[in-house]
């Protein structure tokens, strides 16, 4: 069976909070669903609209480690309370579709459907591409979104390997925003900037080259030469401790540069 509304100006947030806006008015947040494997099911097939959810696949994402005996009728049950919120009068006329037939379970968004991690996506790939043509312009404003949805927990309280796979994924697109900001910062002559971007980015990762470069790159840009010597020397101390490889021959000839 299927339920179908019509859309106008659908928002769909599935990171740092669960919630759907309809014109800029928040129609359903986290009070609406019963608890977090209510929460779970809705982001799941949110993020997995593209095609039917067979009922055995969501029963992993929600019991990862043992499904009870009863847990046909306990997906059933949550799956009932979600076509019953997604069907209330707040939905009316919002384009939705959620068909629950032959063991699967799928949800639509009208075309024009709006969610933020897809939205985040879509804008660290057009900052990359912006910093790859050299347009700082075009790339600090999407590498800013970017960062600012990656930046925000998923599914904070749940447990399993879908939502850390998920987290995970977030974590990645945040330092490559990172990346991106911090680069087009020292473009545009703001280090300090730049500084404070590279940081976050080499504490999220540690021996990402990339950011290390713009680490130092950002000190030097500041009139901190020592803080960029410094920061290449423990950098190329963490990789032979720990991985046992030198810095790239980009690393060190950017080094080599700041030294001269």
Same mark, same amino acid.
């Given at each position: 069976?299927?339920?179908?509304?019509?859309?106008? &100006?659908?928002?769909?947030?599935?990171?740092?909070?669960?919630?759907?806006?309809?014109?800029?008015?928040?129609?359903?947040?986290?009070?609406?669903?019963?608890?977090?494997?209510?929460?779970?099911?809705?982001?799941?097939?949110?993020?997995?609209?593209?095609?039917?959810?067979?009922?055995?696949?969501?029963?992993?994402?929600?019991?990862?480690?043992?499904?009870? %005996?009863?847990? %046909?009728?306990?997906?059933?049950?949550?799956?009932?309370?979600?076509?019953?919120?997604?069907?209330?009068?707040?939905?009316?006329?919002?384009?939705?579709?959620?068909?629950?037939?032959?063991?699967?379970?799928?949800?639509?968004?009208?075309?024009?459907?709006?969610?933020?991690?897809?939205?985040?996506?879509?804008?660290? /790939?057009? !900052?990359?591409?912006?910093?790859?043509? &050299?347009?700082?312009?075009?790339?600090?404003?999407?590498?800013?979104? !970017?960062?600012?949805? !990656?930046?925000?927990?998923?599914?904070?309280?749940?447990?399993?390997?879908?939502?850390?796979?998920?987290?995970?994924?977030?974590?990645?697109?945040?330092?490559?925003?990172?990346?991106?900001?911090? %680069?087009?910062?020292?473009?545009?002559?703001?280090?300090?900037?730049?500084?404070?971007?590279?940081?976050?980015?080499?504490?999220? /990762?540690?021996?990402?080259?990339?950011?290390?470069?713009?680490?130092?790159?950002?000190?030097?840009?500041?009139?901190?030469?020592?803080?960029?010597?410094?920061?290449?020397?423990?950098?190329?101390?963490?990789?032979?401790?720990?991985?046992?490889?030198?810095?790239?021959?980009?690393?060190?000839?950017?080094?080599?540069?700041?030294?001269?």
């Amino acid at each position: 069976m299927a339920n179908v509304w019509r859309a106008m &100006g659908l928002r769909i947030y599935v990171t740092g909070r669960v919630a759907v806006e309809v014109d800029g008015q928040v129609v359903i947040d986290e009070r609406r669903f019963r608890g977090k494997q209510d929460r779970l099911v809705f982001v799941y097939l949110i993020c997995e609209r593209s095609r039917p959810v067979a009922k055995e696949e969501l029963a992993s994402v929600l019991w990862p480690e043992e499904q009870s %005996e009863a847990w %046909e009728a306990a997906l059933s049950a949550l799956t009932s309370r979600l076509a019953k919120l997604l069907s209330s009068d707040v939905m009316a006329g919002q384009g939705m579709s959620f068909s629950r037939s032959f063991g699967q379970y799928q949800l639509r968004l009208p075309s024009d459907g709006w969610v933020d991690i897809e939205a985040g996506n879509s804008a660290l /790939d057009r !900052a990359e591409a912006a910093v790859r043509a &050299g347009d700082a312009r075009n790339a600090l404003g999407p590498a800013a979104v !970017a960062a600012s949805i !990656a930046r925000r927990p998923f599914l904070p309280g749940v447990d399993g390997f879908w939502r850390e796979s998920m987290q995970g994924k977030l974590d990645r697109q945040l330092v490559r925003a990172l990346d991106c900001l911090g %680069e087009m910062q020292l473009e545009i002559g703001e280090p300090q900037t730049a500084l404070e971007s590279a940081l976050e980015a080499v504490k999220l /990762d540690p021996y990402r080259e990339r950011a290390h470069r713009c680490l130092m790159r950002a000190y030097a840009a500041t009139g901190n030469r020592a803080k960029a010597v410094a920061a290449y020397h423990e950098f190329r101390e963490l990789l032979a401790n720990e991985v046992g490889t030198d810095p790239e021959p980009e690393t060190e000839a950017l080094y080599l540069k700041i030294l001269d």
